[in-house]
């Protein structure tokens, strides 16, 4: 017993067991994803002969990739006929029809119940991929912290970007951007699939975008955080909650404010503040925003879900049925728009993606600003309701604030 | 195309892809682990019949757990025939041979280059499973930061717990414990596996432990972060570096240690600081407490590699043949040992596991402080070289600090 703990200092024994029973699993040494000098990517997955394998890879061409055995390495193999765009990819192994994360790649990511690998091929230094890596630059500091909900009653989570240098310098205060995930997310999905504290790192060491302070609470006021990191213990993540869209999370927002102001240094006026989001949390920051006239200057909607998404759209509609649009936010909407827009903003910024499904209710929300004379900016890409966008609206909002 | 992309709002169309295609894996619902009232674990594994399905599982015994199909569900199960015992533990499945995490359950944690479930029992609320939990008291907060090390002229990744109130009182200062990985280890290695920033909530709010800074370094100078946290991207970890063991980073601690004093509100003298460390973390203690005898009151030696199992133990020595014994590090052991033992460390702790595989040398180097008269606690507890002693090490360990 003791010549197998031998292996490895710190592994318990219990988990060296493992290797020493299983030929086919265990210790990775790149050898199951390699990404070639041209961005191609190879992918190996160790298992005896006989089996179908397959991948769900979004760098494959149509997203899934058939394995083929070679003998001489005792595995499947399978490399992409095109380079992989630089982009975040996720992939998966399937061995007879059955899904799992990469045995030897320990880099995984969630997105909302689901776990993927994920790889990010080498940028050209100012691509999306470039931005999301961690270069040689001066870094900030992720912080989970916990406040006190007076409206929930209980501790919640939220994870909060410092700028590097924040620590060193005990004086300097800093603008604030609320970032706020869509449904399905939590208080991790800006920071694990959004890389957000990589990008803020890369724009800010570049100049393109002011040090400032990154805000990312919990928008799903049925939980006090990120399945797994609360109180309910090691619960499967869920896409849905009774209280989702119901504008209770709107209306209590300034307690976070106010929260971030007591223990951040921070400037605390409207101009050294941004509130954005992506779908359901573009829904979220259209209604703080439009609620809270004096809190933010700088508002991003990244394929925001709108009022009429959730009244009347296929999917969402079920969340706020007509005996559910009773909470204040939804009231007066015309008129709170109006002041709010009276207060001239500096920026209202609409992004979507041409094949997003939230694409024609949000064209009917530019029409209804275009009607009441509301000025905004739009940004509109190609592509759908995906984080490829997300991220991409994150490193195009984030340089337009506070200048 | 739209259809399919409105059946989650932030899913990835990718990903939504997967679940659309294949229909053994996809969104958990607690279906695949469950902890029956009386601590039985049932595993619950999707995929068609006519397969061999295995868990590894700490909780099974002898570890291994054989899963049979069970046609009225379309999976394999498998119950523990006893409760599980109050601990962490961790499981992954097996299927013809080949081993990969739960696909329905996004839980995991990785030790070294394995990634494994892992699972907490419900404990009695002063169990080493209700520590380890997150409960319902103040939370501190985990800070990855990153501080400029001259002697290896880097910005290198450390994570920092900020006891509950840091934030929001302003002015109060606290001392540190500064807690080291072992071999294979990194900066994550005590957050993830160890559960010290629950362990600490639980010590502190429960008046056990006093508030406290808890600094944890990487301690792996061939590098600048734990593996996908750093500039070198995505690569897979690795448990052996060729400077471990060698000295230098225990030269360099006090960079640590000013870094900390500048950057956090510290009690910064020697009555107000602790090093502790598990394995090659305990060597790494040891060593920087006796080279700098005025820097810390408390040491803590979990089952820690000893200078002697570095140069003569079977797996160690490769890593200090007598060529590399140069570091001043290892010069005057002797006296530097009886000038820090001449200051009155308040505490200095061994702990230890009858079944260690360090067990002998542990039991040499305390012959040598008798020898030489050196007074300290020791500690011995069943078991080995395993996660689950030196969580109950640590949990031990920090009620005795800054007393």
């Given at each position: 017993?003791?010549?197998?703990?031998?292996?490895?200092?710190v592994?318990?024994?219990?988990?060296?067991?493992?290797?020493?029973?299983?030929?086919?699993s265990?210790?990775?040494?790149?050898?199951?994803?390699?990404?070639?000098?041209?961005?191609?990517?190879t992918?190996r997955?160790?298992?005896?002969?006989g089996?179908?394998?397959?991948?769900?890879?979004?760098?494959?061409?149509?997203?899934?990739?058939?394995?083929?055995?070679?003998?001489?390495?005792?595995?499947?193999?399978?490399?992409?006929?095109?380079?992989?765009?630089?982009?975040?990819?996720?992939?998966?192994?399937f061995?007879?029809?059955?899904?799992?994360t990469?045995p030897?790649?320990?880099?995984?990511?969630?997105?909302?119940?689901?776990?993927?690998?994920?790889i990010?091929?080498?940028?050209?230094g100012?691509?999306?991929?470039?931005?999301m890596?961690?270069?040689?630059?001066?870094?900030?500091?992720?912080?989970?912290?916990?406040?006190?909900?007076?409206?929930?009653?209980?501790?919640?989570?939220m994870?909060?970007?410092?700028?590097?240098g924040?620590?060193?310098d005990?004086?300097?205060?800093?603008?604030?951007?609320?970032?706020?995930?869509?449904?399905?997310g939590?208080?991790?999905?800006?920071?694990?699939?959004?890389?957000?504290?990589?990008?803020l790192?890369?724009l800010?060491?570049?100049?393109?975008?002011?040090?400032?302070?990154?805000?990312?609470?919990?928008?799903?006021?049925?939980?006090?955080?990120?399945?797994?990191?609360?109180?309910?213990g090691?619960?499967q993540?869920?896409s849905?909650?009774?209280?989702?869209?119901?504008?209770?999370?709107?209306m209590a927002?300034?307690?976070?404010?106010s929260?971030v102001?007591?223990?951040?240094?921070?400037?605390?006026?409207?101009?050294?503040?941004?509130?954005?989001?992506?779908?359901m949390?573009?829904y979220?920051?259209?209604?703080?925003?439009?609620?809270?006239?004096?809190?933010?200057?700088?508002v991003g909607?990244?394929?925001?879900?709108?009022i009429?998404?959730?009244?009347?759209?296929?999917m969402?509609?079920?969340f706020l049925?007509?005996?559910?649009?009773?909470?204040?936010?939804?009231l007066?909407?015309?008129k709170?728009?109006?002041?709010?827009?009276?207060?001239?903003?500096k920026?209202?910024?609409i992004a979507?993606?041409?094949?997003?499904?939230?694409?024609?209710?949000?064209?009917?929300?530019?029409?209804?600003?275009?009607?009441?004379g509301?000025?905004?900016?739009?940004?509109?890409?190609p592509?759908?309701?995906?984080?490829a966008?997300?991220?991409?609206?994150l490193?195009?909002?984030?340089?337009?604030?506070f200048?």
């Amino acid at each position: 017993m003791k010549k197998l703990i031998l292996a490895g200092l710190v592994a318990a024994a219990a988990t060296l067991a493992t290797t020493a029973q299983e030929n086919y699993s265990g210790a990775g040494n790149n050898s199951s994803v390699q990404i070639h000098p041209d961005n191609r990517v190879t992918l190996r997955f160790k298992a005896p002969e006989g089996h179908k394998v397959k991948a769900f890879a979004t760098f494959a061409p149509g997203a899934w990739a058939d394995l083929t055995y070679n003998d001489s390495i005792k595995a499947y193999e399978y490399t992409t006929p095109e380079p992989a765009t630089n982009e975040f990819h996720t992939y998966k192994f399937f061995m007879d029809g059955v899904g799992f994360t990469d045995p030897d790649n320990v880099h995984t990511v969630r997105d909302v119940t689901w776990q993927n690998n994920f790889i990010l091929p080498k940028g050209d230094g100012n691509d999306q991929a470039s931005m999301m890596s961690v270069n040689n630059v001066p870094h900030g500091s992720l912080t989970d912290v916990w406040y006190y909900s007076p409206s929930e009653k209980c501790n919640r989570r939220m994870n909060v970007y410092l700028p590097a240098g924040y620590f060193s310098d005990k004086t300097k205060s800093y603008p604030v951007l609320y970032l706020l995930h869509g449904m399905g997310g939590d208080e991790d999905a800006w920071v694990m699939l959004g890389r957000a504290p990589q990008i803020l790192d890369n724009l800010i060491a570049k100049g393109k975008a002011e040090p400032m302070i990154v805000v990312i609470p919990n928008g799903v006021i049925d939980v006090d955080a990120a399945a797994g990191k609360g109180t309910a213990g090691l619960v499967q993540p869920q896409s849905e909650f009774p209280r989702l869209f119901s504008g209770e999370y709107e209306m209590a927002f300034p307690e976070i404010v106010s929260f971030v102001d007591n223990n951040f240094r921070t400037i605390p006026d409207r101009a050294h503040r941004a509130v954005a989001g992506l779908s359901m949390g573009g829904y979220n920051s259209a209604n703080i925003s439009r609620q809270y006239p004096d809190l933010f200057d700088y508002v991003g909607l990244f394929s925001a879900a709108t009022i009429e998404s959730v009244t009347t759209g296929d999917m969402l509609k079920r969340f706020l049925p007509a005996d559910k649009r009773n909470n204040p936010i939804f009231l007066d909407f015309d008129k709170k728009l109006k002041t709010q827009f009276a207060k001239n903003p500096k920026l209202y910024w609409i992004a979507i993606g041409t094949d997003d499904f939230l694409y024609d209710t949000n064209k009917n929300y530019r029409a209804k600003l275009d009607s009441l004379g509301l000025p905004y900016t739009y940004y509109e890409t190609p592509g759908g309701h995906t984080w490829a966008n997300w991220r991409d609206y994150l490193i195009r909002f984030t340089p337009q604030l506070f200048k």
